[in-house]
């Protein structure tokens, strides 16, 4: 059971928008950022979105993430085949004095 | 910036098992490394945080007292060891780096995988 929830699966088809929500507490999304993770099928987590809503360098604009509360979301738009992929939220827990990971939503592109 | 991690374990119900992680790239002693694992076909879930100018370390609850984060400044390598094994510990296990304690995990190692047969 993790701390933060997230849909086990959403789907898409090539063009359309997405989203991903991840739920949380007043100990970790609504105190710290919200930090999103990609994870491409056999390889390591990467950093997708940082400080709730910023992209690193790399990344491209159809990815963008929102924090509201004690919730977050990331929208993917112009969705296309390569997003087809494991999403992960992540924040920092004052109550766990840890981090905390949603159990990952993997996106389908139909 | 690369973390290369060590190579793949198995393990006996009961060991230890010890994975490295070699920063280059960056100034090792200026970031926080992290550990965090996956078990087969799970999400991720975190270990601790290792400060390799400090030494200092912050663990997760679910793994204090079985945990050690350690370095090895000549090389600039970070170690992390977990004891008392079991089958529930089977998974891959990741270092990745963060500026802050609370800061995001910017870049990540590829990854070890940790076997302990049942």
């Known amino acids: 059971q993790s701390v933060l929830t997230q849909p086990p699966s959403a789907s898409g088809t090539p063009g359309q928008r997405v989203t991903i929500s991840c739920s949380g507490s007043s100990s970790n999304i609504e105190s710290y950022y919200v930090n999103w993770y990609q994870q491409l099928p056999g390889t390591a987590p990467k950093l997708l979105i940082y400080r709730n809503n910023q992209r690193p360098s790399g990344v491209p604009d159809r990815f963008s993430g929102s924090r509201s509360g004690t919730s977050a979301s990331l929208a993917i738009r112009g969705l296309r085949s390569e997003d087809e992929a494991d999403y992960y939220c992540?924040?920092?827990?004052?109550?766990?004095?840890?981090?905390?990971f949603g159990g990952g939503t993997k996106l389908t592109v139909l | 910036v690369q973390l290369v991690q060590s190579g793949a374990e198995v393990k006996k119900p009961g060991a230890s098992v010890k994975v490295s992680c070699k920063a280059s790239g960056y100034t090792f002693t200026a970031y926080y490394l992290h550990w965090v694992r996956q078990a087969p076909g799970q999400g991720l879930e975190w270990l601790g945080w290792f400060n390799p100018n400090s030494g200092g370390t912050k663990y997760g609850q679910k793994f204090q007292g079985r945990v050690t984060m350690t370095k090895d400044t000549s090389i600039t390598t970070a170690h992390m060891e977990l004891s008392r094994l079991t089958s529930d510990d089977t998974a891959v296990y990741y270092c990745?780096?963060?500026?802050?304690?609370?800061?995001?995990?910017?870049?990540w190692g590829q990854g070890t995988l940790v076997t302990v047969p049942s």
């Open positions: 990745a780096r963060s500026l802050a304690a609370t800061g995001h995990f910017d870049y």
């Open positions: 992540a924040a920092w827990d004052d109550s766990l004095s840890g981090w905390v």
